[in-house]
């Protein structure tokens, strides 16, 4: 793909940046003084076991989904496992990024190629792809938050493509057995209901928030089947809890919720964001 550069080692595949510039600072130093401007650090009295949190530009989300990586202050993880929605590719299954690693303007992150090759292994469904990871924003976007937060870890990235509840189900099945026992942090990435008025919004968004909070990945694969709830990266979300049960965490908490309106001040069309934190 045009987008993927060679790495510095002979053959090494770097998938470069795709938004930055656009939904995030280009430059690393004014990149990092965003993201220290948003962090009001705060260690929780249990460790974070997964996140989910939003993937817009952050002048829009940014402050929400820094309520949820706040808890990682001094937090250390081997992995990251990011599961994301497909906003561009309509493909069958889940991509996982078959190249070597994913770039932000504060360095390169290395994937995870024995976890990858674990979880395709575990779920034939899981294909070792650069499907959904080109001009993709729904990955990267949380990456300049664990990089400033976290310092180094090995990335899995995972994009979803047609959200059916066995995929995500079974995605979350198959991350909860190869996770066992590894030091590992879960990542959803999702935005919630889409240009309705900031009233109505609230009020779809809400059926959310109390599925997280209830920790039900059911419920809420339910409702968004049913057109209760609205999030493009509901079935992420489904995934992200389902593995997260099996891993035996034992609350979900809601950290941040916001729409767009409340940066814009236009409340006719607006976006929701919600952050909420696993332990």
């Known amino acids: 793909m045009k987008n993927m550069r060679r790495g510095d080692r002979a053959g090494e595949r770097i998938r470069p940046a795709s938004v930055a510039g656009k939904f995030y600072p280009g430059d690393a130093r004014e990149l990092a003084r965003d993201i220290a401007g948003m962090i009001h650090s705060e260690k929780p009295d249990s460790p974070v076991r997964g996140i989910i949190a939003p993937h817009a530009g952050y002048p829009y989300s940014g402050p929400t989904a820094a309520l949820a990586y706040a808890k990682l202050a001094q937090a250390a993880y081997d992995v990251v496992v990011v599961v994301a929605p497909s906003h561009r590719e309509f493909f069958e299954g889940v991509s996982v990024y078959d190249g070597d690693a994913y770039a932000t303007p504060l360095g390169s992150i ?113 409702h968004i089947a049913d057109g209760s709830a609205e999030a493009c990266g509901g079935g992420p979300a489904v995934a992200v809890m389902t593995a997260l049960k099996v891993l035996g965490a034992s609350r979900f908490e809601v950290a941040g919720y916001a729409t767009s309106g409340d940066v814009t001040g236009d409340r006719g069309r607006v976006v929701g964001y919600m952050s909420a934190v696993a332990y």
């Open 110 to 222: 290395p994937v995870d190629a024995d976890l990858r090759a674990a979880l395709c292994a575990a779920a034939p469904f899981v294909r070792s792809s650069p499907k959904g990871h080109g001009p993709e924003h729904a990955v990267e976007v949380h990456l300049p938050f664990l990089q400033s937060l976290i310092g180094k870890f090995s990335l899995l990235p995972l994009v979803v493509g047609h959200q059916t509840p066995e995929t995500c189900y079974g995605l979350g099945e198959a991350l909860g057995t190869v996770l066992r026992g590894r030091n590992a942090l879960l990542v959803a990435s999702t935005d919630l209901s889409h240009f309705h008025a900031d009233t109505e919004a609230r009020e779809i968004d809400s059926v959310m928030l109390g599925d997280v909070e209830a920790f039900d990945p059911r419920a809420l694969m339910a």
